[in-house]
């Protein structure tokens, strides 16, 4: 079965095929992602971070192809003027802005994205009952040039959430790395007490969607509030404080963590079920620190 939707160079299918894995090397020095040498493909990569919601977005492009595709994940609405400048400064094309759930520390920055940057297209799971204007499910791939992420439906903290997962094959770049949302954070994970959240979904998501890919797979997640950039699905499984216990140990600490409830969420929720801001004279929402 094929799903698709032609954009320029880009394309989003479902496939349950995975080739072979290949070797690989990570350039620190330019911040960019490499695969190993006579690959023809190579993932340029930034991780961004806006302080109020201690929010990551992730900016990904194939550099080696022609057009230098691009997508964004998790954009925030106060930060898409930034995002915006760094595409243009880089060359890049901005095809895609994809988020992992609907958010409720932050309004998405989808909808000024589409408005300031003609022929973007926005990202969500179909189990989000959100709007965007592509609907994605688990096993469909995202395509940006040569190379593309997969979608893995990781829901438990809110109904709908998926983690995006660099390809599997000679041709995409190695280490993986996965884009978690709230789903695994660095030695911790999201909330699962609104948003149709369940513990025991969240457990047996990461469990079996996260913690089965390679161990050097590198964790990228929606926030950090430790100053924590980075992490491992081998790291995550040796050291994160909740989801290495057993499954009841989890649902217990999961009931009592006793929160109180996002300072955003009666303005952020309704808005990213619409994709965030459409209205093209919208500015973004001024909140203080959560």
Request: with cysteine; hydrophobic share 35%; proline share 6%.
């Amino acid at each position: 079965m094929l799903r698709s939707h032609l954009l320029g160079l880009s394309l989003i299918t479902r496939s349950h095929t995975r080739p072979q894995l290949s070797f690989a090397r990570f350039q620190f020095s330019t911040m960019s992602y490499t695969t190993s040498p006579g690959s023809s493909a190579k993932l340029l990569f930034r991780q961004l971070f806006e302080k109020e919601s201690s929010t990551y977005t992730y900016l990904l492009a194939d550099v080696a192809h022609p057009d230098k595709p691009a997508l964004l994940i998790d954009p925030v609405d106060k930060t898409v003027d930034r995002d915006i400048t760094l595409v243009k400064e880089l060359g890049l094309k901005l095809i895609y802005a994809l988020n992992t759930h609907v958010h409720a520390d932050h309004v998405t920055g989808t909808g000024l994205l589409k408005t300031k940057a003609p022929g973007v297209r926005s990202i969500i799971s179909k189990a989000s009952q959100s709007k965007a204007d592509l609907l994605i499910e688990a096993g469909d791939k995202i395509h940006f040039g040569n190379l593309f992420l997969e979608v893995r439906a990781t829901p438990g903290h809110t109904l709908g959430c998926v983690t995006y997962v660099t390809g599997d094959g000679p041709d995409q770049p190695q280490p993986r790395m996965a884009f978690t949302g709230d789903a695994v954070l660095i030695r911790g994970c999201g909330r699962t007490d609104f948003q149709g959240g369940s513990s025991q979904q969240l457990y047996q998501s990461v469990q079996s969607q996260i913690f089965s890919l390679p161990k050097d797979t590198l964790i990228y997640p929606a926030h950090d509030y430790k100053g924590f950039t980075v992490s491992s699905v081998g790291e995550e499984m040796l050291y994160n404080s909740r989801l290495t216990k057993n499954e009841e140990t989890f649902k217990s600490i999961m009931e009592n963590l006793n929160l109180p409830y996002p300072k955003m969420i009666d303005i952020a929720v309704p808005a990213n079920m619409v994709c965030g801001l459409q209205d093209s004279s919208a500015k973004p929402i001024e909140t203080s620190s959560n």
